[in-house]
């Protein structure tokens, strides 16, 4: 049975993301992308205009991802391990979106806007979620996510995890959970 041309488009954006969560915007060329899909250039550009336009869908898809997972992982009742599924989601999912900002993966303009026109977009979606299930006000959503992020960044940076990252937790539980 073949697969609709959807589920297809949606499994070649997600392999592509992992291409580039593995390296940056300039380390990639459409040569070196359509050879590690297996499949040839041309048909590359059939589904992507440039390899600018196909960066773009890739990062849609990776924005719409994360935006779902935020969504549900806020509504989580265990606090702690919501605080982790935040810090750790970009690392386990290898999540494009999510740390698109933090590798600097392109200089061009277009995809800089872009990139900042969705963390704009997230911010507010993160402070209304905060804000009708904590009660909090846009500075302490900021100072969570600043936090958290800041984590996650080490995260996928170092790889860490263990007592230090559960005490840290624990704080970041303290500091913003228990009045």
Known sequence: M??????????L????????WENSFSDLSMDMIAEKLGMKKPSLYYHFASKEAMFLAVLEHSFEVYKVFLENTLQMGNTSEMITQLILFPLQSENLFAIAS????????????????????????????????FGWNSARTRLFFALVESLSKKACLENCEGERKEEMIGEI???FFEE
């Open 2 to 11: 073949k697969k609709k041309r959807n589920e297809v488009k949606q499994e």
């Open 13 to 20: 954006l997600r392999t592509i993301e992992i291409l580039f």
């Open 173 to 175: 539980q303290k500091l």
């Open 102 to 133: 933090q590798k600097g993966y392109c200089q061009i303009d277009d995809i800089k806007n872009t990139i900042e026109e969705k963390y704009r977009e997230l911010g507010k979606k993160k402070i209304e979620i905060c804000q009708n299930r």
